[in-house]
């Protein structure tokens, strides 16, 4: 301002710039309370189907069997509360009620077809078995959450994960401990146990995966020449996808395991198109995979088997043949018998089926829940999916948004090979269906994926956010 021919200076003041926020996310205690609502109810739910198995199979209940199989997951699940409460508080509500569920459904119809095989009741049961195996897998589940109190660990042993999946699958094809079980040697046995390291493998890879991706994504990303009006990566960076489709035949060929090598090369194709966001990526996987799938079917017998029984199931040379359609039209007819409710749990025939326990519990479950309990099954997993996508996208490092959709991937590709090959949308391929079959390699590497995404979402939620 001019005074007297002179100028005074005002005195201001700036304004600092003004700063987001940074809070902390929490899960408030009514969500913790709600994990441990959701575990009760999946345990009745679980004791109940026992319960309803005895009554509809034997029209009595031994209360001693209910306490085995019912309560004696209960337990376990409900300490496993107890302990995420102090080692990862923040950790998602639904993940382990939703696992908690289905592995007691997978109990209770595995203790069903117990019943109507001679011999296979008692602590020597499959059932039992069963109880057992998920003892292990719930304990190793807490050892990880436990051990690992931060997943970015994992991203500094990313070759050692890479070297660690490549001696898992090599195991079975070693002569002394490598078995044959159903024509696929994807089999270890140690003493009277046997083991398909191929399952820990399957999270071994995710965590290469993720690893590899987050470093060599500017790299994958960068497009190439224009073909049919769609940019394709450079010819030199294709040798990714190339040696995952090379180690995935070599399933095909020596392991004899069509659906490992569907899951392997699908996972892969899935987390590098989320990695780098080019269709292009999509396109040539599925195109290697056609490719090399009709390869196969030319050349590999029980691959040619494998799509004969697809498309021809009812022919009488399939299937009268050894290893031809029995099973799938079994499992089949068994899904139509079921109908829309269901022939009740006890009163079916699922112990016709060949592997009603394992490879074909859906078609089990089917039979005696009908299409309404198996749609509400696919639910269970479409939450359970859908949970797991929605940690991986909350996280804030790329590492661990890679990692969990990985993990989730993993679940929801066995769900759809499975189902699809049960219901002939796609060939048999012989995996097992997370949580409910039979098997306790399977068993303990599902909950160990359950443990990572509840210590994923642990850490998402108790990450510094930007208030918006």
């Not at 199979?57 to 306490?67: F, K, L, S, T």
């Not at 079975?172 to 146990?193: C, F, H, Q, S």
């Not at 139509?336 to 409710?341: E, K, M, Q, R, Y």
């Amino acid at each position: 301002m001019a005074s007297d021919g002179g100028v005074v200076a005002a005195s201001t003041t700036e304004a600092a710039p003004a700063t987001k926020p940074v809070r902390r996310i929490h899960v408030p205690e009514k969500l913790r309370n709600l994990e441990i609502f959701l575990l009760l109810l999946a345990c009745l739910v679980n004791a109940g189907a026992v319960v309803l198995v005895q009554l509809g199979a034997e029209g009595a209940v031994d209360y001693g069997q209910v306490a085995l199989l019912g309560a004696g997951l209960s337990v376990l699940v409900i300490g496993a509360h107890i302990a995420l409460r102090f080692v990862a508080p923040n950790a998602d509500p639904f993940i382990l009620p939703i696992a908690t569920l289905l592995n007691g459904i997978g109990i209770a119809e595995i203790y069903r077809i117990d019943l109507q095989i001679p011999g296979s009741t008692g602590w020597d049961s499959t059932a039992v078995r069963q109880v057992v195996w998920s003892a292990i897998a719930i304990i190793a589940a807490l050892v990880v959450i436990i051990a690992l109190r931060n997943h970015r660990v994992l991203q500094r042993y990313t070759y050692v994960f890479m070297a660690l999946s490549g001696v898992l699958l090599v195991l079975p094809l070693l002569p002394g401990i490598g078995k044959e079980i159903y024509g696929a040697r994807v089999w270890i046995g140690i003493g009277p146990l046997s083991f398909q390291p191929g399952e820990v493998a399957k999270i071994a890879l995710a965590i290469f995966f993720a690893g590899y991706l987050v470093s060599r994504r500017d790299s994958l990303s960068v497009v190439g020449r224009k073909f049919l009006g769609m940019r394709f990566p450079r010819g030199r960076d294709l040798g990714p996808i190339l040696v995952i489709w090379a180690a995935s035949m070599s399933v095909i060929i020596f392991q004899r395991d069509l659906g490992t090598a569907l899951l392997y090369f699908g996972l892969f194709v899935v987390m590098i198109y989320v990695a780098t966001a080019r269709l292009s990526w999509v396109i040539i996987g599925v195109g290697l995979f056609l490719g090399g799938a009709l390869i196969a079917s030319r050349v590999l017998v029980y691959v040619n088997d494998r799509f004969s029984n697809w498309l021809d199931p009812f022919s009488t040379t399939n299937y009268d043949a050894q290893g031809g359609s029995y099973q799938l039209v079994q499992g089949l007819f068994g899904l139509a018998n079921g109908g829309l409710i269901g022939t009740g749990l006890g009163q079916g025939q699922p112990d016709i089926t060949p592997l009603a326990q394992s490879d074909y519990i859906v078609a089990s479950l089917g039979e005696e829940l009908g299409m309404a309990g198996l749609f509400a099954i696919l639910a269970l997993y479409l939450l359970f999916i859908a949970r797991g996508l929605r940690i991986s996208f909350a996280g804030t490092d790329d590492f661990g948004r890679l990692l969990g959709i990985g993990l989730t991937f993993v679940i929801a590709l066995q769900c759809f090979i499975v189902i699809g090959g049960v219901t002939r949308v796609i060939p048999l391929t012989g995996l097992t269906t997370p949580f409910l079959a039979a098997g306790g390699s399977s068993l303990v590497a599902n909950w160990i994926i359950v443990a990572l995404l509840l210590r994923l979402s642990d850490t998402v939620r108790n990450q510094p956010r930007l208030v918006v």
